[in-house]
């Protein structure tokens, strides 16, 4: 029976019960309870999506109607019965010129979305092609010692994907570095503790605005005689300090809560100090420190998209502002593209993280 029920966990764990549980309802050998576990975990969730995607086409739809409404309202009040069919013609025939822009509907999102992909294919075969016809003169250059010929045209979308991703992995190993040690510390040490609150509560609450203008100060300054582009070093430090604090707190919180009889067990040992942060304190803590390392990241990926429209550093920020600015037909359905994006890479990377934490943790934990 025992040897049943590991078998059972295996499999759940080699993510094979889903399979095994399609296998059985069309065997006949499902049972109730599992059926309805099915059901709950696919059918209610398609439903749900199918409901909110229906209540988002009524209501990009009544909006639309209404702001049509007001553009013929206004043409009949300002122009007269004429000018009033003019505009309900230009309008149904989905003239761009006079076409209400407001809330997208699925179709038009998913239209853009496409259209951002043939966009990137573009300008993936135009940086390959500038590559090829570069080649030769580059080795010369590199042979000369000099800089190699660099492509300079517009990012694509998924270009920007790429560099929002390495701005915050870089802004959350600055917060890894920074807090993770020194919570540790403050964690050990009562005194530590006491001297470095004021910092940290003061700290903590601070806008991510406020913190990209202190490193912008700091770091134009710093790189004043440099001729590389800084908004990537703004973007990053700004985004690791606005993001440190959940990973500081939880991280000298889960130090300082190691039960005291593992402290003592390690001085009956003699264990040195580093050994004993690493073979007690941390495995004790590992736990609150990834709850910690959890928060930080997803408020890094959060306050990301301020910080790059702040620092024009062309990434998911500087593409929502730029469409939102640019004010085309399409422009707001490239900004819904891009939140989708945002959302399911901050899904991706909260799993991610809980991935993580389940290898390294003896404490295993299902997220919501």
């Given at each position: 029976?025992k040897?049943s029920?590991?078998?059972?966990?295996?499999?759940?764990?080699?993510g094979?019960?889903?399979?095994?549980?399609?296998?059985?309802?069309?065997?006949?050998k499902?049972?109730?309870?599992?059926?309805?576990?099915?059901?709950r975990?696919?059918?209610?969730?398609?439903?749900?999506?199918?409901?909110?995607?229906?209540?988002?086409?009524?209501?990009?739809?009544?909006?639309?109607?209404?702001?049509?409404?007001f553009?013929?309202?206004?043409?009949?009040?300002?122009?007269?019965?004429?000018a009033?069919?003019?505009?309900?013609?230009c309008?149904?025939?989905?003239?761009?010129?006079?076409?209400?822009?407001?809330?997208?509907?699925?179709?038009?999102?998913?239209?853009?979305y496409?259209s951002?992909?043939r966009?990137?294919?573009?300008?993936?075969?135009?940086?390959?092609?500038?590559?090829?016809?570069?080649?030769?003169?580059?080795?010369?250059?590199?042979?000369?010692?000099?800089?190699?010929i660099?492509?300079?045209?517009?990012?694509s979308?998924?270009?920007?994907?790429?560099?929002?991703?390495?701005?915050?992995?870089?802004?959350?190993?600055?917060?890894?570095?920074?807090?993770v040690?020194?919570?540790?510390?403050?964690?050990?040490?009562?005194?530590?503790?006491?001297?470095?609150?004021?910092?940290?509560?003061?700290?903590?609450?601070?806008?991510?605005?406020?913190?990209?203008?202190l490193?912008?100060?700091?770091?134009?300054?710093?790189?004043?005689?440099?001729?590389?582009?800084?908004?990537?070093?703004?973007?990053f430090?700004?985004?690791?300090?606005?993001?440190?604090?959940?990973?500081?707190?939880n991280?000298?919180?889960?130090v300082?809560?190691?039960?005291?009889?593992?402290i003592?067990?390690?001085k009956?040992?003699?264990?040195?100090?580093?050994?004993?942060?690493?073979?007690?304190?941390?495995?004790?803590?590992?736990?609150?420190?990834?709850?910690?390392?959890?928060?930080?990241?997803s408020?890094?990926?959060?306050?990301l998209?301020?910080?790059?429209?702040?620092?024009?550093?062309?990434g998911?920020?500087?593409?929502?502002?730029?469409e939102?600015?640019?004010?085309?037909?399409?422009?707001?359905a490239?900004?819904?593209?891009?939140?989708?994006?945002i959302?399911?890479?901050?899904?991706?990377?909260?799993?991610?993280?809980?991935?993580?934490?389940?290898?390294?943790?003896?404490?295993?934990?299902?997220?919501?």
């Amino acid at each position: 029976m025992k040897q049943s029920i590991t078998l059972g966990k295996v499999t759940k764990f080699m993510g094979l019960g889903v399979f095994n549980t399609i296998k059985d309802l069309f065997t006949g050998k499902l049972e109730k309870e599992d059926f309805k576990n099915l059901l709950r975990k696919t059918l209610v969730p398609l439903l749900s999506i199918l409901l909110f995607i229906g209540l988002w086409h009524m209501g990009a739809k009544a909006l639309y109607n209404k702001e049509a409404d007001f553009k013929i309202e206004k043409a009949l009040t300002d122009q007269g019965e004429e000018a009033a069919e003019a505009m309900k013609v230009c309008i149904a025939s989905g003239d761009v010129s006079c076409k209400p822009n407001t809330l997208p509907s699925p179709s038009q999102v998913w239209d853009s979305y496409k259209s951002l992909l043939r966009d990137h294919n573009i300008i993936a075969a135009d940086k390959a092609a500038f590559k090829e016809k570069t080649a030769v003169l580059n080795e010369k250059r590199v042979a000369d010692g000099l800089d190699a010929i660099t492509y300079t045209g517009r990012p694509s979308f998924v270009d920007q994907i790429f560099r929002s991703l390495k701005t915050v992995f870089a802004g959350f190993l600055l917060a890894l570095l920074i807090a993770v040690p020194l919570g540790i510390f403050i964690g050990l040490s009562p005194t530590l503790k006491s001297s470095f609150n004021w910092f940290i509560q003061i700290f903590k609450p601070v806008s991510p605005v406020v913190w990209y203008l202190l490193v912008f100060m700091i770091v134009k300054t710093l790189l004043i005689d440099s001729n590389e582009d800084s908004s990537f070093t703004i973007s990053f430090i700004s985004v690791g300090l606005c993001s440190m604090w959940a990973t500081l707190v939880n991280t000298a919180m889960g130090v300082s809560s190691v039960d005291k009889d593992y402290i003592n067990v390690a001085k009956v040992l003699k264990l040195g100090s580093f050994q004993k942060i690493f073979k007690v304190v941390l495995p004790s803590s590992l736990p609150l420190i990834f709850t910690g390392l959890k928060i930080t990241l997803s408020v890094a990926w959060m306050v990301l998209i301020a910080i790059e429209l702040l620092a024009q550093s062309p990434g998911l920020g500087l593409f929502v502002w730029e469409e939102f600015q640019n004010g085309a037909n399409d422009s707001n359905a490239k900004i819904i593209v891009a939140m989708f994006v945002i959302g399911i890479i901050g899904f991706l990377l909260d799993r991610l993280m809980l991935t993580i934490q389940n290898w390294v943790s003896f404490d295993k934990t299902d997220a919501i």
